[in-house]
């Protein structure tokens, strides 16, 4: 038997379901989203303007309105703010890649990562030549990191009987973009070196 309350919790879990309908796109409203997106992540000018048109493209479809009418607004709004600082792609890069360095991810994993967020190849390797710089061997830093996170290799818990489980650990390495010498050090390594 429901009482008043679960009513009431199954009518606001309905309601929160149910999607509100879009703003219209305006020149304000697009500023306004863009700097709340950009308060609360750092992004690329390629991502940004990703979500923008994401946003005018839903608003559009539910108001029935072209989206080619709004796409200038949003190049606009996306050189205004890489012009007066707000968005960096260079700075962008150089953290995201030091973070994700930091993780345990490889170089092709980063790459993969940042192209998915508006950024050339060209900035990417960059910023990974930057980072890479820094340690003397950033790859195999990196491995290892990702070997302790997974527990593979020397941070497993138990030891390892049947070879199966080490070509397990191996195929994890390569799927996460180590290259075979690369994963096959990492999983090796003792902490002596």
Do not use: W
């Amino acid at each position: 038997m429901l009482t008043n309350m679960d009513s009431e919790a199954t009518n606001k879990k309905a309601m929160a379901r149910e999607r509100k309908a879009p703003k219209k796109i305006s020149k304000t409203y697009l500023e306004n989203a863009a700097l709340y997106y950009l308060q609360r992540y750092a992004t690329s000018a390629g991502n940004l303007k990703r979500i923008l048109l994401r946003k005018v493209k839903r608003s559009c479809a539910f108001h029935q309105t072209a989206v080619e009418d709004f796409t200038p607004l949003v190049d606009d709004l996306v050189t205004r703010y890489i012009n007066v600082g707000l968005v960096d792609d260079k700075s962008f890069a150089q953290a995201k890649v030091t973070s994700l360095r930091r993780q345990g991810h490889s170089g092709r994993s980063i790459i993969a990562r940042l192209q998915v967020k508006g950024l050339t190849t060209s900035q990417i390797e960059a910023a990974l030549r930057n980072v890479d710089d820094e340690h003397e061997d950033a790859e195999i830093t990196a491995a290892r990191a990702y070997a302790r996170r997974k527990k593979l290799g020397p941070y497993r818990k138990k030891q390892i009987t049947d070879p199966k489980d080490l070509q397990k650990e191996m195929a994890s390495m390569g799927r996460a973009g180590f290259s075979y010498d690369v994963a096959r050090r990492a999983l090796a390594f003792s902490g002596e070196e």
